[in-house]
């Protein structure tokens, strides 16, 4: 029975999240602004990256070369905006994953990364370094409230 | 109440079914060289000491919508765009039972096409298999382990069923 907790199947909706939803989008509290938009990327770390890479290409069809594997999706249903969702390993060693001691690591994409920084510095969440700008997007690192480290996205999909 | 005697159902049948099915699985010898494996995310569990404050952090300062397993992200599937696809974030407790015989602190739920094929073909790779095939309304699960102790949950959507149990506990996905 546990295997369906942890997805949201044939439970009755809870009353109490349902408040919470609606308390958000209450424009008096607070201007709704669209912030996470999907998953961009899992990240864990293992003993030996190669050897790994290796079983989930051969066994589960992941072909993550040197950067990872990427998975691709759409946006809309037109099929017109690509979104991609990363896969990566990581030794043990690897310092991506500082200051948190976890074993693996999120990356969500975002909409507008500028604006949602200066709104969590507001709201006191641990920002762990300045924004990054790349060709493929800008970049943030944040801490969640169990210090897991986070990265966040604001993708260019192109 | 219907629909949880339902899936009881579904666990109770899967089980006295399930070495029916390892043995029909496992003597079935289909040449899948070309089996399509993992299509996508399928989701992403992690533990954390206060799931409950977790989930809430995550919606004030991220914006996900929660409920009281988590968050659903919703898609459009790269093989077909006018096909929705859905990934779940949930975290756990930390002295959940689910992640085991992993003693990692997350757990990737990997989207395949075509589970029972795939079940086949990996035990014949000699990839552990930690349970039998279960089938809900929503798809088709199954969990292995990876090489280095990662419980891995492999699921085969149905992903139209999946969408209509969000939309009847008036859940609302992250996009």
Same mark, same amino acid.
């Given at each position: 029975?546990?295997?369906?907790?942890?997805?949201? !199947? !044939?439970?009755?909706?809870?009353?109490?999240?349902?408040?919470?939803?609606? #308390?958000?989008?209450?424009?008096?509290?607070?201007?709704?602004? *669209?912030?996470?938009?999907?998953?961009?990327?899992?990240?864990?770390?293992?003993? =030996?990256? #190669?050897?790994?890479?290796?079983?989930?290409?051969?066994?589960?069809?992941?072909? !993550?070369?040197?950067?990872? !594997?990427?998975?691709?999706?759409?946006?809309?249903?037109?099929? *017109?905006?690509?979104?991609?969702?990363?896969? #990566?390993?990581?030794?043990?060693?690897?310092?991506?994953?500082?200051?948190?001691?976890? =074993?693996?690591?999120?990356?969500?994409?975002? =909409?507008?990364?500028?604006?949602?920084?200066?709104?969590? *510095?507001?709201?006191?969440?641990?920002?762990? =370094?300045?924004?990054?700008?790349?060709?493929?997007?800008?970049?943030?690192?944040?801490?969640?409230?169990?210090? #897991?480290?986070?990265?966040?996205?604001?993708?260019?999909?192109? | 109440?219907? @629909?949880?005697?339902?899936?009881? /159902?579904?666990?109770?049948?899967?089980?006295?079914? &399930?070495?029916?099915?390892?043995?029909?699985?496992?003597?079935?010898?289909?040449?899948?060289?070309?089996?399509?494996? +993992?299509?996508?995310? &399928?989701?992403?569990?992690?533990?954390? @000491?206060?799931?409950?404050? %977790?989930?809430?952090?995550?919606?004030?300062?991220?914006?996900?919508?929660?409920?009281?397993?988590?968050? +659903?992200?919703?898609?459009?599937?790269?093989?077909?765009?006018?096909?929705?696809?859905?990934?779940?974030?949930?975290?756990?407790?930390?002295?959940? @039972?689910?992640?085991?015989?992993?003693?990692?602190?997350?757990?990737?739920?990997?989207? %395949?096409?075509?589970?029972?094929? /795939? +079940?086949?073909?990996?035990?014949?790779? &000699?990839?552990? +298999?930690?349970?039998?095939?279960?089938?809900?309304?929503?798809?088709?699960?199954?969990?292995?382990?990876?090489?280095?102790?990662?419980?891995?949950?492999?699921?085969?959507?149905?992903?139209?069923?999946?969408?209509?149990?969000?939309?009847?506990? &008036?859940?609302?996905?992250?996009?």
């Amino acid at each position: 029975m546990k295997n369906s907790v942890s997805r949201w !199947a !044939a439970r009755r909706p809870n009353n109490s999240t349902t408040k919470m939803i609606s #308390n958000m989008e209450d424009p008096k509290t607070q201007t709704k602004m *669209k912030k996470v938009t999907g998953i961009g990327g899992i990240f864990f770390k293992c003993k =030996d990256p #190669n050897k790994m890479k290796e079983w989930y290409k051969t066994h589960l069809g992941i072909d !993550a070369g040197q950067y990872g !594997a990427s998975f691709e999706w759409y946006q809309d249903a037109e099929g *017109k905006k690509k979104g991609l969702t990363q896969w #990566n390993l990581n030794s043990e060693t690897a310092k991506l994953y500082e200051p948190s001691a976890k =074993d693996f690591m999120i990356n969500y994409r975002v =909409d507008n990364l500028e604006s949602l920084v200066e709104e969590l *510095k507001k709201e006191g969440v641990t920002v762990l =370094d300045k924004v990054e700008t790349y060709d493929y997007g800008k970049f943030v690192h944040i801490l969640d409230a169990e210090g #897991n480290k986070i990265q966040l996205w604001e993708p260019t999909d192109e | 109440m219907k @629909k949880i005697s339902l899936i009881v /159902l579904a666990l109770a049948t899967s089980f006295c079914f &399930g070495f029916a099915f390892k043995s029909i699985m496992t003597n079935n010898s289909n040449d899948n060289t070309s089996l399509k494996r +993992v299509t996508g995310i &399928g989701g992403i569990f992690f533990k954390c @000491k206060d799931p409950k404050k %977790v989930r809430e952090w995550y919606q004030t300062h991220l914006g996900l919508n929660t409920n009281q397993y988590g968050a +659903v992200f919703e898609w459009y599937q790269g093989a077909d765009s006018t096909k929705k696809g859905f990934s779940q974030w949930s975290p756990f407790k930390e002295t959940t @039972k689910y992640f085991d015989p992993s003693t990692k602190e997350f757990m990737i739920n990997y989207r %395949v096409e075509n589970l029972e094929a /795939l +079940v086949v073909e990996l035990k014949k790779e &000699g990839v552990k +298999v930690t349970d039998t095939l279960q089938t809900f309304d929503y798809g088709k699960f199954i969990h292995i382990m990876d090489i280095e102790g990662n419980k891995i949950e492999l699921w085969e959507p149905n992903d139209i069923v999946y969408e209509k149990l969000g939309v009847q506990m &008036g859940s609302k996905t992250t996009k």
